[in-house]
């Protein structure tokens, strides 16, 4: 199984401000997932990040609002950019597993609060 | 698209007693199914999976069968412990796509 670190854990930020998410992986891996799990609702993806290509977004989502990088094959970066009380929710770094296409592991996520 | 809809929390139960949480999806052609587990201040493990039809997935005392004619994935486990307290997601997905479809999560308490 894959170990991922998050990072911040949680944190409060102003509205107008950006917030970047830090996602590391104890091994390497082709694909990584940035997910949004809004108070009472359910996980939502928001893009797919591959290294050494553009980030590809779900509908509803955009690069200008949420850019991503990834440099290598064991980091990831979400911005969360001109927050929004809207914005609170937990952002959930995601990687494939290992031998098979049907398992994902999760980091710890990410708790925003956006005043 | 694919959908998944999950029983409604929150759950609350006592130690030992049953419990069921049901599960049920909308997809095209045959998804694998899932059930997520999220302890409080950690992330999302997985619990138990099924590939296909008639399949069930078990784990930690937990199981599901993947009901194709009832396209239904339902966990259940015949006595609960206090450490089982959690959110339970069921999701989907396809066999060659990683992108997981979540239901909204059911919220489970269980008193001692």
């Known amino acids: 199984s894959a170990v991922i670190s998050q990072k911040p854990s949680r944190d409060i930020c102003q509205r107008g401000t950006s917030l970047t998410i830090q996602c590391q992986v104890d091994?390497?891996?082709?694909?990584m997932f940035w997910y949004r799990q809004q108070p009472g609702q359910s996980l939502t993806l928001i893009a797919t990040?591959?290294?050494?290509?553009?980030?590809?977004?779900e509908s509803g989502f955009v690069i200008d609002k949420f850019p991503i990088s990834r440099p290598n094959l064991t980091f990831s970066t979400l911005t969360v950019s001109n927050m929004s009380p809207e914005d609170s929710s937990i952002y959930l770094c995601?990687?494939?597993?290992?031998?098979?296409?049907?398992?994902?592991?999760f980091g710890s996520g990410t708790q925003l609060s956006v005043l | 698209g694919n959908s998944v809809t999950q029983m409604e929390g929150p759950v609350t139960l006592s130690e030992e007693a049953f419990l069921t949480i049901n599960c049920t999806y909308t997809?095209?052609?045959?998804?694998?199914l899932f059930w997520y587990v999220q302890y409080p201040g950690e992330g999302l493990q997985l619990l138990l999976k099924a590939t296909k039809a008639d399949d069930k997935g078990s784990n930690k005392g937990f199981e599901a069968t993947y009901r194709k004619e009832t396209t239904s994935f339902h966990l259940e486990k015949g006595s609960v412990q206090v450490s089982d307290s959690a959110v339970y997601f069921c999701?989907?997905?396809?066999?060659?796509?990683?992108?997981?479809?979540f239901g909204a999560g059911t919220t489970v308490t269980v008193r001692a």
């Open positions: 091994s390497q891996v082709t694909m």
């Open positions: 997809a095209t052609g045959y998804p694998s």
């Open positions: 995601s990687v494939e597993g290992s031998g098979t296409n049907e398992k994902l592991f």
């Open positions: 990040a591959n290294q050494g290509s553009e980030a590809t977004y």
């Open positions: 999701a989907l997905n396809k066999w060659n796509d990683y992108k997981l479809s």
